[in-house]
């Protein structure tokens, strides 16, 4: 099969057409973010540049003094029989309470709606009343839902009332559809940028946490290699040492007893041996993570050691038989210790669910391909068998074991008699990249 379909599958890499597209909607997102971090240092600059729209759209009716009308009913402005004044004095409160529109959305809100529905009461129509649309955004892009809803509420009250009873309007449907239908469109437009914002935040939160997680697995990741770096040179390059500076010092005092002239030499390679191993021991406290001691670590166990275990589980009060055949000393340590950690999986649950009364039988033997290991018992069956429930962890251990070598894990019930049974066959010539250690999984 040609490599080409499963290229073309995954998706081939942008071309400088794609990429091109993609330009200006780089720019545009690059100039809203230097928006938005100007805004943030300067949040007056806003304020000002809204207060001079609302004043420079105000503005032309006002200077020259022309009557409007209003949309709906001819003769609603009764400026000539106004002061002056007053015009001016509706218009600069408007503009003047969009100021604090951010810090208090609400009662700006509210304000302005109240002094738009006052100079609307006296037949007064001026364009600063889009100060109550531009409010009423900034109530619902920022504010509480709750004042939200209030004032939204407020607003068409006031708005049904100077059509239906304050003002005469020749087609009060009409004029309630477009004025109620712009206060609709100012609080839509307003909790569509608020949604927006919390959807951006909370992509950005994801993203921080994101990074948070990926650099803890990082460390983890790196601790457990430390870990792993740690044991294999203790194992590997501590015990070598140790046999290394043994023979050294056995051979010097041979060397000595017979008056040999090397038996100086063969000190001085000791006590080098020991110096080095001193040096061992500071780079793996460096490099363990957990902050052990490098001292206390051990050669991994292996299948020499199972007899020691085998003791330890009789104490605690466990019967149990051992049998073995073929060479298993041949083993490589890797499945050496996969076959300690398995038969200690086992047995550790048998002593937790089997009962002091229960029996167990470890059985090992070994031909030139395979590793066939049982642990039977008379005891019931662990929490979480294969049968049913949550696995244990042990038992998942077991299998995780005997899958890096290869093999397969038979564990549940017997098939005769009552008791557990714990089959794992390894195969020899798969070799396990990383050997697994620690404690067994309860």
């Given at each position: 099969?040609?490599?080409?379909?499963?290229?073309?599958?995954?998706?081939?890499?942008?071309?400088?057409?794609?990429?091109?597209?993609?330009?200006?909607?780089?720019?545009?997102?690059?100039?809203?973010?230097?928006?938005?971090?100007?805004?943030?240092?300067?949040?007056?600059?806003?304020?000002?540049?809204?207060?001079?729209?609302?004043?420079?759209?105000?503005?032309?009716?006002?200077?020259?003094?022309?009557?409007?009308?209003?949309?709906?009913?001819?003769?609603?402005?009764?400026?000539?029989?106004?002061?002056?004044?007053?015009?001016?004095?509706?218009?600069?409160?408007?503009?003047?309470?969009?100021?604090?529109?951010?810090?208090?959305?609400?009662?700006?809100?509210?304000?302005?709606?109240?002094?738009?529905?006052?100079?609307?009461?006296?037949?007064?129509?001026?364009?600063?009343?889009?100060?109550?649309?531009?409010?009423?955004?900034?109530?619902?892009?920022?504010?509480?839902?709750?004042?939200?809803?209030?004032?939204?509420?407020?607003?068409?009250?006031?708005?049904?009332?100077?059509?239906?009873?304050?003002?005469?309007?020749?087609?009060?449907?009409?004029?309630?559809?477009?004025?109620?239908?712009?206060?609709?469109?100012?609080?839509?437009?307003?909790?569509?940028?608020?949604?927006?914002?919390?959807?951006?935040?909370?992509?950005?939160?994801?993203?921080?946490?994101?990074?948070?997680?990926?650099?803890?697995?990082?460390?983890?990741?790196?601790?457990?290699?430390?870990?792993?770096?740690?044991?294999?040179?203790?194992?590997?390059?501590?015990?070598?040492?140790?046999?290394?500076?043994?023979?050294?010092?056995?051979?010097?005092?041979?060397?000595?007893?017979?008056?040999?002239p090397s038996a100086g030499a063969?000190?001085?390679?000791?006590?080098?041996?020991?110096?080095?191993?001193?040096?061992?021991?500071?780079?793996?406290?460096?490099?363990r993570a957990d902050g052990r001691?490098?001292?206390?670590?051990?050669?991994?166990?292996?299948?020499?050691?199972?007899?020691?275990?085998?003791?330890?589980?009789?104490?605690?009060?466990?019967?149990?038989?051992?049998?073995?055949?073929?060479?298993?000393?041949?083993?490589?340590?890797?499945?050496?210790?996969?076959?300690?950690?398995?038969?200690?999986?086992?047995?550790?649950?048998?002593?937790?669910?089997?009962?002091?009364?229960?029996?167990?039988?470890?059985?090992?033997?070994?031909?030139?391909?395979?590793?066939?290991?049982?642990?039977?018992?008379?005891?019931?069956?662990?929490?979480?068998?294969?049968?049913?429930?949550?696995?244990?962890?042990?038992?998942?251990?077991?299998?995780?074991?005997?899958?890096?070598?290869?093999?397969?894990?038979?564990?549940?019930?017997?098939?005769?008699?009552?008791?557990?049974?714990?089959?794992?066959?390894?195969?020899?010539?798969?070799?396990?990249?990383?050997?697994?250690?620690?404690?067994?999984?309860?």
């Amino acid at each position: 099969m040609s490599p080409e379909p499963a290229v073309e599958a995954l998706g081939a890499p942008p071309g400088p057409g794609s990429l091109d597209a993609h330009v200006p909607l780089d720019r545009l997102l690059g100039a809203q973010q230097r928006l938005r971090d100007f805004d943030r240092r300067r949040p007056w600059v806003l304020d000002l540049l809204v207060m001079a729209f609302v004043a420079v759209v105000a503005l032309p009716e006002l200077v020259l003094g022309g009557t409007s009308e209003g949309p709906f009913q001819p003769g609603i402005d009764a400026r000539a029989e106004l002061p002056g004044f007053v015009p001016y004095a509706f218009t600069a409160a408007l503009v003047g309470v969009l100021w604090w529109r951010r810090r208090h959305p609400g009662a700006v809100a509210l304000v302005a709606s109240f002094i738009v529905f006052a100079q609307w009461t006296i037949g007064l129509w001026q364009p600063a009343a889009i100060s109550v649309l531009i409010a009423l955004y900034s109530l619902a892009s920022r504010g509480r839902l709750r004042v939200l809803a209030w004032v939204t509420a407020i607003v068409v009250v006031q708005t049904v009332i100077v059509v239906t009873v304050v003002r005469e309007v020749e087609q009060p449907m009409l004029g309630l559809f477009f004025m109620l239908g712009t206060v609709t469109a100012a609080g839509a437009l307003g909790l569509a940028v608020r949604i927006r914002r919390l959807y951006t935040e909370a992509l950005e939160e994801r993203a921080r946490q994101l990074e948070v997680e990926r650099d803890q697995r990082e460390r983890l990741i790196a601790s457990t290699e430390r870990s792993r770096i740690a044991r294999e040179m203790h194992d590997i390059l501590g015990h070598n040492l140790s046999v290394m500076v043994t023979l050294a010092d056995g051979a010097a005092t041979l060397a000595d007893k017979r008056g040999e002239p090397s038996a100086g030499a063969l000190r001085m390679l000791g006590d080098t041996g020991r110096e080095a191993m001193d040096e061992l021991r500071r780079v793996l406290g460096v490099l363990r993570a957990d902050g052990r001691d490098p001292r206390s670590l051990t050669p991994q166990p292996g299948v020499a050691d199972l007899d020691a275990l085998l003791e330890r589980v009789r104490a605690a009060g466990l019967t149990v038989t051992y049998r073995t055949s073929g060479p298993l000393h041949l083993l490589g340590s890797g499945i050496q210790l996969t076959v300690y950690r398995i038969v200690q999986e086992a047995l550790t649950n048998t002593l937790k669910h089997a009962g002091p009364s229960a029996t167990a039988g470890v059985a090992l033997s070994a031909d030139s391909d395979r590793v066939h290991i049982s642990i039977t018992d008379t005891g019931t069956a662990p929490t979480g068998d294969k049968t049913g429930g949550d696995p244990g962890h042990g038992l998942i251990g077991i299998r995780q074991r005997a899958a890096l070598y290869g093999g397969a894990a038979t564990i549940g019930p017997r098939g005769h008699g009552a008791g557990w049974e714990v089959d794992v066959v390894l195969d020899r010539g798969d070799a396990a990249p990383v050997p697994m250690n620690g404690a067994h999984p309860s």
